[in-house]
């Protein structure tokens, strides 16, 4: 039908793009309802009430509806509760009596199931590598958005990273990690510890939820000793992970890679995006 592809569309495209949404299913009806099983709608949350949370959330969703499930007072009681489920962060099944809920003369019962569509995380690899290569190949099963940034293109191929967004620009890339930096985490591993540097001191003027450097511990110890000369505040340079990793996997490429996606993960289930 045309309207589950329309549907079907811009649920596909919300979630490439990183926005919440709600995916309204009506699974079952009894008696006299406005539609039958299987209509649907997508609920999309104000930019405010992602921003701000709960209790803005519970006010209503606003940033807009496409489809119906029956519209009058049930689709409000429907929205609300879509509400509900993005603070949450959460899917289930209700039932709607309509006569008794909606004030609705036809009577009838709905279930409609609530589906949760979360903003994914973003991973921003700086540095198309090796070890980033493997590292991608890694984290493609997760519900992760993989950015590669590189200058370089004979590295930072499309045929090296198939299923990642790729940045030619050491400045676009920051500009990607800045974007939603509450719930993107950055990796610097470039084939220069200059350009590491560089990278380090942009993204610490506003710091993503996670920063973090490959190399040992010396290379920790001079590369932010240089930023503390060049007067990036202590505090900060604090929040930076070095090296990357669970800890000691061996040293080839994808040995690294294990040690690094590992501890990527679990940041990202502590920041909720693989809940």
């Known amino acids: 039908m045309s309207e589950d592809r329309e549907i079907f569309a811009e649920a596909a495209a919300l979630a490439a793009a990183g926005v919440p949404f709600v995916l309204v299913t009506v699974v079952r009806t009894q008696g006299s309802t406005p539609r039958d099983a299987g209509a649907k709608m997508i609920v999309r949350p104000r930019a405010k009430a992602i921003a701000e949370g709960a209790e803005e959330a519970e006010k209503g969703l606003e940033g807009g509806c496409t489809g119906t499930v029956g519209g009058g007072q049930f689709e409000e009681l429907v929205i609300e509760s879509a509400a509900r489920h993005v603070k949450n962060r959460a899917s289930g099944l209700e039932k709607f009596v309509l006569g008794a809920e ?109 920063v973090g450097l490959i190399g040992s511990r010396s290379k920790r110890a001079c590369l932010l000793g240089r930023l503390v000369a060049s007067g990036v505040d202590e505090g900060v340079i604090e929040r930076v992970h070095c090296p990357i990793g669970v800890g000691d996997t061996g040293k080839e490429p994808r040995m690294v890679a294990i040690s690094m996606a590992a501890q990527l993960l679990m940041e990202a289930k502590k920041l909720g995006a693989l809940e």
Do not use: K
């Not at 090796?130 to 200058?151: K, R, S």
């Not at 920051?174 to 084939?191: P, Q």
């Open 102 to 210: 909606a004030d609705q003369c036809c009577g009838g019962v709905m279930e409609v199931f609530f589906e949760f569509v979360g903003a994914r995380q973003r991973v921003v690899i700086f540095g198309a590598g090796h070890v980033a290569a493997a590292l991608v190949e890694l984290l493609n099963g997760a519900a992760l958005e993989v950015v590669i940034v590189d200058d370089r293109a004979d590295w930072n191929t499309v045929e090296r990273f198939p299923r990642a967004r790729r940045v030619m620009s050491w400045v676009e890339g920051v500009r990607a990690a800045h974007e939603r930096g509450g719930a993107t985490l950055a990796c610097v591993m470039t084939c220069s510890h200059d350009t590491d540097h560089d990278l380090l001191r942009r993204l610490l003027d506003n710091p993503p939820a996670f």
